[in-house]
């Protein structure tokens, strides 16, 4: 072969080469999000503190070895379904709750999107909010990706409160007591600001 046919191969595989490798990296970015969503689904329905390496491992299709180059502790995993979890279905926007006045009309908004959050979410937040109740790792992920939210969501529903009312707001904003309410969260959200304006 001449040195010009030779260079010329040469040429040829470099260029195959970044589609390799492109192609390489889809697969393993693949790989991933079907371990992330398997821990998703599981989280969902046994919860973070029940679930497995193998039963995450079996429903993603993938080796105990491949779940373990992807997620070398349990953190890094934690950290992408909590991730993926709210960029499914993020919570509200508490902030643009400002725009209505305060009292009964921003405190019913406010509580009918987040029972609608609760309503769309029920199994998966049972489920995570029992086992932050005794999982560090869980109780970590919902304080880091949740209660922000909901700590916003207190201070600006709570706006020309008294004690007594934003005592109640508090009971208002937690999922139990949304679960309690066995109604729709329109109709929770009738019911708590009707009772939270009732104590101003």
Known sequence: MSTSSAQQSVSKEEAKRPYRLGKRAESQQETRRRIV????????????????????????????HTYYAHFPDERSLF???????????????????????????????????????????????????RDAQHHSLTREMVELRMMPTFARAAQILDAGLGDRATALLLVALDFGCWRALGKSSEEAADLMSEAICALR
């Open 79 to 129: 950290l992408a379904c909590s991730s993926l979890a709210m960029e499914r279905d993020p919570l509200p926007d508490v902030s643009a709750w400002r725009s209505l006045p305060p009292g009964r009309e921003r405190l019913r908004h406010g509580l009918a999107e987040l029972y609608g959050w609760y309503e769309r979410n029920a199994e998966q937040s049972a489920c995570v909010l």
């Open 37 to 64: 969503e398997a821990a998703v689904d599981l989280h969902s329905t046994l919860g973070p503190a029940r679930t497995s390496v193998a039963q995450i491992a079996e429903r993603a299709g993938v080796q105990r």
